[in-house]
């Protein structure tokens, strides 16, 4: 027998908006690294200078990657979420629920 998997469809949309909320903040935060990084690598002469950059940079594309797969995340969760709702729906449509039938949310 299939184990039983319970989801509050209003919980895990919540989360694919704060999902979505990080991924905006650390793709600044990675920008704003990448930038840090530079500047301060200006600022020291020679290859502590250039390793220092380098770093920055490293760091921030990192950063950044994350950003992107935490906001591509918050997307397939909110489009999961949508589309059960509407077989939900498309269900409770074809079997005659009247219209205050409870449906999720």
């Known amino acids: 027998m299939p ?10 949309d919540a989360l694919a908006g704060q ?3 990080l991924g905006a903040e650390l793709a600044a935060e990675g920008s704003a ?8 690598g200006q600022a020291l002469s020679g290859p502590a ?10 760091w921030g ?9 935490t906001q591509d ?20 449509e074809r079997v005659g629920a009247g219209p205050h039938a409870a449906i999720a949310r």
């Open 73 to 92: 995340l918050a997307t397939v969760l909110t489009g999961a979420v949508a589309s059960y709702r509407a077989v939900d729906a498309l269900v409770s």
């Open 3 to 12: 184990d039983l998997v319970t989801v509050q469809l209003d919980d895990a």
């Open 33 to 40: 690294t990448r930038g840090e990084g530079a500047r301060l």
């Open 19 to 21: 999902l979505g909320g």
């Open 61 to 69: 594309g990192l950063v950044e990657s994350l950003a992107a797969r």
């Open 49 to 58: 200078g250039e390793h220092l950059a380098a770093t920055g940079l490293g």
